[in-house]
């Protein structure tokens, strides 16, 4: 990564030519990701106005913590480090459509895809988005196939069980929730509390019922309510609580991949929503550095460009730790979740320039995606300035 960086800043830094002929390749980013803002002194000098999060504080914010956001800064980074060579189309979801996709050679979706549609309640969005996701000669990324596996949290859950890798004790419901049926399944368990999230399409802790089993086997009632409301869902992860000795939920460490590699980790807290940090040296930090690159294996396994394997641009897989004095190291480590470049990837908690990394293995990956979707005679504009582009980068990035 390192030699990736330094042969990123021999890029030109001034716009002295125009790519060939006027022509230069256009990279589409799809941002919205209000709540992630950069490290402070670290934005554009150009980061355009009307992207600013300017409702940042108060109850009625829209952004948290700042104007400058992760992934509007990165597609910045991607025109500054070869602005003679790309070009960047900012959009948000609510603006992606078939058409305007394809106009794009590559496009980045780092907030706003058919999930966050649906979460958001905009059904008719969302199949436009899923119509768009699907649609290879779109090129968007994530592909469909990669994107549906890491969505149906079973999939990688099992997966990942298969190799050993540990993860919380879950009743997977694929057929829809029957709540009798899976209460049965939970006392035969004997857990003393549990809780029930819908493992496809949903997030931030969307869907979820929780409680003591014991009041619900006296009252199934609210188990029924839910098993009607939630009649169009039918995959659910159903789990026990896994609490601190103290009383309180988990906490987690995440770990953060760039181009498949394992970059930073950060600290966050289970109950305090103020409570992240830079996970600091030490034999936890390792520990679960090592469960990440083990499940990063499988991710690997999965992602691909043009049917073949390709380093994600981003992922972050959550950590979580228990407390456990019945452990030789003092903890329990298991993984928790898996998530995609649509994520927070909490760069005011890293050690560098997040964007800048980010910026400079795209680059890398536009270049590599490109060369296969041409060989793939994918429908793209102007597919032979497209060539004489990327052989001006490739001779650059060797320099």
């Not at 104007?67 to 960047?88: N, W």
């Not at 098993?227 to 992860?237: D, G, I, M, T, V």
């Not at 897989?317 to 480590?333: A, F, L, M, T």
Request: net charge positive.
């Amino acid at each position: 990564m390192k030699k990736t960086i330094k042969t990123m800043k021999k890029a030109p830094s001034k716009t002295s030519s125009t790519g060939v002929g006027g022509f230069k390749i256009r990279i589409g980013i799809v941002h919205g990701k209000v709540f992630d803002p950069i490290r402070q002194g670290t934005q554009d000098r150009n980061y355009p106005e009307h992207l600013k999060i300017k409702n940042n504080t108060g109850p009625n914010a829209d952004g948290w913590g700042g104007q400058f956001m992760a992934d509007v800064s990165t597609g910045l980074k991607i025109m500054r480090l070869h602005p003679d060579i790309f070009h960047v189309d900012f959009m948000t979801m609510e603006q992606m459509t078939e058409k305007r996709l394809a106009k794009n050679h590559i496009t980045f979706n780092f907030w706003g895809d058919m999930s966050i549609a649906l979460m958001n309640g905009k059904p008719t969005l969302a199949k436009r988005i899923q119509k768009i996701q699907k649609n290879a000669n779109t090129r968007h990324h994530p592909v469909w196939d990669y994107y549906e596996w890491i969505m149906h949290k079973s999939r990688y859950m099992k997966q990942c069980t298969k190799k050993g890798i540990p993860m919380i004790d879950t009743i997977h419901v694929e057929n829809g929730f029957k709540a009798r049926e899976v209460l049965k399944k939970i006392v035969a368990k004997g857990w003393e509390k549990f809780f029930v999230k819908p493992a496809y399409m949903s997030f931030f802790g969307a869907g979820v019922i929780n409680g003591k089993t014991q009041d619900f086997l006296d009252n199934i009632e609210p188990l029924l309510q839910y098993e009607a409301e939630n009649k169009q869902q039918k995959e659910f992860l159903v789990q026990p609580y896994v609490l601190k000795p103290n009383g309180n939920v988990f906490d987690e460490i995440r770990n953060f991949f760039i181009g498949g590699e394992w970059a930073y980790s950060v600290y966050t807290d289970g109950v305090d929503y103020e409570g992240f940090w830079e996970q600091p040296e030490g034999k936890l930090k390792e520990a679960c550095k090592k469960l990440a690159i083990r499940t990063m294996e499988e991710v690997k396994k999965v992602h691909k460009w043009e049917g073949k394997p390709l380093p994600s641009l981003l992922n972050r897989i959550d950590i979580g730790v228990v407390p456990d004095k019945s452990k030789k190291e003092g903890w329990r480590i298991f993984v928790n979740e898996i998530e995609p470049q649509m994520t927070t990837w909490l760069g005011r908690y890293c050690p560098f320039v997040v964007q800048d990394r980010i910026a400079s293995v795209a680059v890398q990956q536009i270049r590599e995606m490109l060369k296969r979707s041409l060989a793939a005679k994918r429908k793209m504009p102007s597919p032979e300035k497209v060539r004489k582009l990327l052989a001006i980068l490739d001779e650059r990035l060797k320099a």
